[in-house]
T-cell receptor, first 115, second 113 residues
Framework: DAGVIQSPRHEVTEMGQEVTLRCKPISGHNSLFWYRQTMMRGLELLIYFNNNVPIDDSGMPEDRFSAKMPNASFSTLKIQPSEPRDSAVYFC?????????????FGSGTRLTVV | SQQGEEDPQALSIQEGENATMNCSYKTSINNLQWYRQNSGRGLVHLILIRSNEREKHSGRLRVTLDTSKKSSSLLITASRAADTASYFCATASTTDSWGKLQFGAGTQVVVTP
């Protein structure tokens, strides 16, 4: 398996634009997590899915953020409109039965810069 | 908010020395995991220790868990330059049945040849 695949690797956009980050989890993993990493706040859990169903989105900072998982092999995180304070590295991670205590496999991340 | 807090924040050692870092957490946990992150990369899972375990080994890694003190330690023996990375502890709380992990701020380890 190629691991968790995220795209794009880097994204530079202007304030107010819509940004869509994409994630392909490992085949067979049924849990998917979106994290954001910044120097100031460290790793923050934004939202997670189990069997494609959103379980907890309490970490999503504002209504400008939304996430979907239309099938087991694809998830998106959308920011509309984007703001400079959204600049961060966004990671997607998947796990096989995370609730049973399995570790996560992280993607390489998307470095988002909003100017 | 971050559940685990690593100590020290940064550690600089020479190749061949051992590196020890600690993690403290606040709530009851099902398991505690350690991850490594190389600069500009994603996190890599290193080792998982369950709440009913006290010590676990994997290669040059040794993890301990003291649930009474709500703390864990990660020991890297005979360190190598390639061990230079940030190390994070992450906890799975007993209040969450979905395996959600809360990460600490990390320990930045530099191993000089």
């Amino acid at each position: 398996d190629a691991g968790v695949i995220q795209s794009p690797r880097h994204e530079v956009t202007e304030m107010g634009q819509e940004v869509t980050l994409r994630c392909k989890p490992i085949s067979g993993h049924n849990s998917l997590f979106w994290y954001r990493q910044t120097m100031m706040r460290g790793l923050e859990l934004l939202i997670y899915f189990n069997n494609n169903v959103p379980i907890d989105d309490s970490g999503m900072p504002e209504d400008r953020f939304s996430a979907k998982m239309p099938n087991a092999s694809f998830s998106t995180l959308k920011i509309q409109p984007s703001e400079p304070r959204d600049s961060a590295v966004y990671f997607c991670a998947s796990s096989f039965e995370a609730g049973a205590g399995y570790g996560y496999t992280f993607g390489s991340g998307t470095r988002l810069t909003v100017v | 908010s971050q559940q685990g807090e690593e100590d020290p924040q940064a550690l600089s050692i020479q190749e061949g020395e051992n590196a020890t870092m600690n993690c403290s957490y606040k709530t009851s946990i099902n398991n505690l995991q350690w991850y490594r992150q190389n600069s500009g990369r994603g996190l890599v899972h290193l080792i998982l220790i369950r709440s009913n375990e006290r010590e676990k080994h994997s290669g040059r890694l040794r993890v301990t868990l003291d649930t009474s003190k709500k703390s864990s330690s990660l020991l890297i023996t005979a360190s190598r330059a390639a061990d230079t990375a940030s190390y994070f502890c992450a906890t799975a709380s007993t209040t969450d049945s979905w395996g959600k992990l809360q990460f600490g701020a990390g320990t930045q380890v530099v191993v000089t040849p």
